[in-house]
């Protein structure tokens, strides 16, 4: 393919991309806000999802590294199937992580004085990026299977350290609040 086709082809998918880049938080964050036990539903509290939802972040985290390091090593099979895998873990993240919240109560965070501070931070940074790189992850994925590998790469650089901000700072957040948890 040239580089005309390659660019059609990427554009066939920028609907979906800007579509799933709004509506994917919207939705996480209108379904954060319903609680199915306080609705009336009789479901049990998804109490034992924090720590699975913990390891897929860390699992994802390793699986992006691994990625990484297998692109570098001119292995691009092994790199697809991996960042393949690690798309179906953040997904299976979301999946757990709103689960859990529309059947369990908030947890707050006890910590006092600078880890308080130290928490927030994380937690702010966290939620911020894990919005933006939705878009990101999905013009990156776009562009290599359209065979645009150069714009890929350049993207790339930029997505990789935001989605690995995001999945290793879900594992800290859940360490910094699982002493809270009821």
Same mark, same amino acid.
């Not at 691009?76 to 979301?94: C, D, G, N, P, T």
């Given at each position: 393919?040239?580089?005309?086709?390659?660019?059609?082809?990427?554009?066939?998918?920028?609907?979906?991309?800007?579509?799933?880049?709004?509506?994917?938080?919207?939705?996480?964050?209108?379904?954060?806000?319903?609680?199915?036990?306080?609705?009336?539903?009789?479901?049990?509290?998804?109490?034992?999802?924090?720590?699975?939802?913990?390891?897929?972040?860390?699992? &994802?985290? @390793?699986?992006? /590294?691994?990625?990484?390091?297998?692109?570098? =090593? %001119?292995? +691009? !099979?092994?790199?697809?199937? *991996?960042?393949?895998?690690?798309?179906?873990?953040?997904?299976?993240?979301?999946?757990?992580?709103?689960?859990?919240?529309?059947?369990?109560?908030?947890?707050?965070?006890?910590?006092?004085?600078?880890?308080?501070?130290?928490?927030?931070?994380?937690?702010?940074?966290?939620?911020?990026?894990?919005?933006?790189?939705?878009?990101?992850?999905?013009? &990156?994925? @776009?562009?290599? /299977?359209?065979?645009?590998?150069?714009?890929? =790469? %350049?993207? +790339? !650089?930029?997505?990789?350290? *935001?989605?690995?901000?995001?999945?290793?700072?879900?594992?800290?957040?859940?360490?910094?609040?699982?002493?809270?948890?009821?």
């Amino acid at each position: 393919m040239n580089n005309i086709e390659n660019l059609e082809n990427e554009k066939k998918y920028n609907k979906w991309i800007v579509v799933l880049s709004i509506v994917i938080p919207l939705a996480v964050a209108a379904l954060f806000g319903v609680n199915l036990r306080d609705l009336g539903y009789d479901v049990e509290p998804l109490s034992f999802l924090p720590p699975i939802y913990a390891s897929v972040n860390a699992l &994802t985290s @390793v699986i992006l /590294i691994i990625a990484l390091i297998a692109i570098l =090593k %001119k292995n +691009a !099979k092994l790199h697809e199937r *991996l960042i393949k895998f690690a798309m179906m873990l953040s997904v299976s993240f979301l999946l757990m992580y709103i689960a859990y919240h529309m059947t369990s109560d908030s947890t707050k965070f006890g910590g006092e004085g600078a880890i308080k501070y130290v928490y927030y931070f994380i937690l702010i940074t966290h939620i911020v990026l894990s919005v933006v790189v939705i878009p990101f992850v999905l013009i &990156t994925y @776009v562009r290599a /299977i359209s065979g645009n590998f150069e714009r890929h =790469k %350049k993207i +790339a !650089k930029i997505t990789f350290p *935001l989605w690995l901000y995001v999945a290793v700072t879900g594992v800290v957040i859940y360490i910094m609040i699982s002493p809270y948890y009821t």
